[in-house]
């Protein structure tokens, strides 16, 4: 937690530009209120200096126009009664109709308690407004401060599409306070923590107040990014022929590049996303937004060095990869999917966690999901976990990457009860990168000279160009003549 707390004024004036800051506040309707709750309100505003526990404005944040809604804690422990959910929801609802990305700092104890449930019930009507802002495609960014918790962190402080924290902030539904007090012992320490939170995939990132405007203006500029139309078509280099069984075994090269590689050498911004936003994360998958050149996109990519013997791709990861994919059709992106898998987990709990059923909604998801699609086939591809990544309206390949039902070893183990004929199983399987494009299912194969692992920068750049001119062309497609196409797309023979 920072040494001070900031108050609202002071949030605004760190992270909006010098003197763009427009209030849209009114006075609070304050008629029909009891004479001690009247004076618990002039107290609270002597105190803050506000007139409200929200403030509600517009300014500019790095030249851009933003809406932003901030608590003001120091009224009233920042508690939202009738008069501020009123300020709440006409400040979403004044920047939906304006068409502004909405930012949001909360920092509350929740439902007022001198009101009751009339303010309780605030939160529906909360929820609604950001929600109607969402669905009408704007971003909605939230900076989780100290402390959150109760009606406010259950409505509009877990609504973001991107929520970043504050260190050490207090961040949970129930206050430790009220807890104490109805269970007569105090709450675990660490668990209403940012930090916890960020750890099991409830929030995006902890950042300090100085570096909020930074993180912000990163994910509006890959947000709002409105990449040229291309006017010419890259030629693809002649691909020479690779064995199956070389291009398998390169593919397994401990150093061979992977995404987080990919996205340092080949992307223009990068704004990283944790978990699934419900309690689950898993390493196994890379979750963000990113921008290759000038074109955006959420991408969401399995991740070598998150994939272990030990721990294997989830079914976490698939319900994480499933709120990218939400997240693209909400915010108009394209998506862009990355499989490098040496195969989804095989254990108790996976199967308990429901990893085939996680396998068929992503499936159904992307070749269902109503935006542009993007996959990389980068490296390993075994079995449904990679699967799940596929169906896409573009799909490029690396070279030596490949797509197989089992590893090689595994179908020889099925066909001839050994594992000395995986070489033959790879070659007859049809699972390279060349076979797949003869078969219709890759578009485009990005050669590596001889081998990524040999040429890591190189390599990421040339695959960046390719996914930099795809996803210009994808931005600019009509969605709706897309979708009916991707099922068809894998009716090979």
Not at 155 to 168: D, I, K, R
Not at 173 to 191: C, D, I, M, Q, S
Not at 246 to 268: E, H, K, N, Q
Request: with cysteine.
């Amino acid at each position: 937690m920072s040494a001070r707390r900031l108050n609202a004024r002071e949030l605004i004036e760190l992270v909006l530009d010098d003197g763009s800051w427009v209030s849209w506040d009114a006075a609070p309707d304050r008629a029909g209120i009891t004479e001690e709750y009247a004076a618990e309100l002039a107290a609270a505003q002597e105190k803050s200096g506000a007139d409200e526990s929200v403030l509600t404005g517009e300014g500019l944040m790095h030249g851009r126009r933003v809406a932003v809604m901030v608590s003001e804690f120091g009224f009233l422990a920042g508690s939202i009664g009738r008069a501020a959910a009123d300020r709440v929801v006409a400040a979403v609802e004044r920047a939906t109709a304006a068409g502004l990305p909405l930012l949001s700092a909360p920092a509350s104890g929740g439902t007022r308690m001198q009101e009751g449930t009339p303010a309780f019930v605030q939160m529906a009507r909360i929820s609604a407004a950001v929600a109607a802002h969402r669905a009408a495609g704007l971003p909605y960014l939230v900076y989780l401060r100290h402390p959150t918790t109760g009606g406010v962190m259950a409505s509009w402080g877990s609504l973001g599409h991107v929520t970043v924290a504050e260190p050490g902030a207090l961040v949970g539904f129930l206050g430790p306070r009220v807890y104490e007090a109805l269970y007569g012992e105090p709450f675990p320490a660490g668990v209403q923590t940012s930090e916890n939170l960020h750890a099991h995939g409830l929030v995006d990132a902890v950042v300090p107040p100085e570096e909020i405007s930074g993180v912000l203006d990163r994910a509006l500029t890959i947000l709002q990014s409105r990449p040229a139309l291309p006017e010419t078509t890259v030629v693809d280099a002649e691909i020479p022929e690779v064995d199956a069984w070389d291009a398998i075994t390169r593919s397994r090269r401990s150093d061979r590049p992977g995404v987080r590689r990919l996205l340092r050498y080949a992307a223009t911004d990068v704004v990283p996303l944790t978990g699934t936003g419900q309690g689950e994360t898993d390493p196994g998958l890379l979750l963000a937004l990113a921008r290759f050149g000038d074109a955006p996109c959420v991408f969401l990519g399995q991740d070598r060095r998150g994939q272990t013997a030990d721990h294997r791709m989830g079914p976490g990861a698939l319900r994480e990869a499933r709120r990218g994919m939400r997240l693209a059709v909400e915010l108009g992106l394209p998506l862009v999917s990355v499989i490098d898998t040496p195969g989804a987990a095989l254990s108790v709990t996976a199967e308990e966690g429901g990893l085939a059923g996680e396998i068929a909604r992503s499936l159904a998801d992307l070749v269902t999901l109503p935006a542009p699609t993007l996959c990389l086939m980068l490296g390993e591809g075994n079995g449904g976990g990679a699967l799940a990544l596929l169906p896409a309206d573009r799909v490029v390949a690396a070279q030596h990457a490949w797509l197989s039902p089992l590893p090689p070893e595994g179908a020889s183990a099925i066909v001839h009860r050994d594992t000395a004929h995986a070489p033959a199983m790879a070659r007859a399987q049809q699972v390279r990168a060349q076979d797949l494009r003869a078969l219709g299912v890759v578009d485009r194969i990005v050669p590596e000279l001889p081998d990524a692992a040999e040429e890591p920068a190189a390599f990421c750049r040339r695959v960046g160009a390719v996914l930099t001119e795809e996803l210009s062309r994808l931005f600019h497609a009509d969605v709706a003549t897309l979708v009916p196409q991707r099922a068809a797309r894998y009716a090979v023979r």
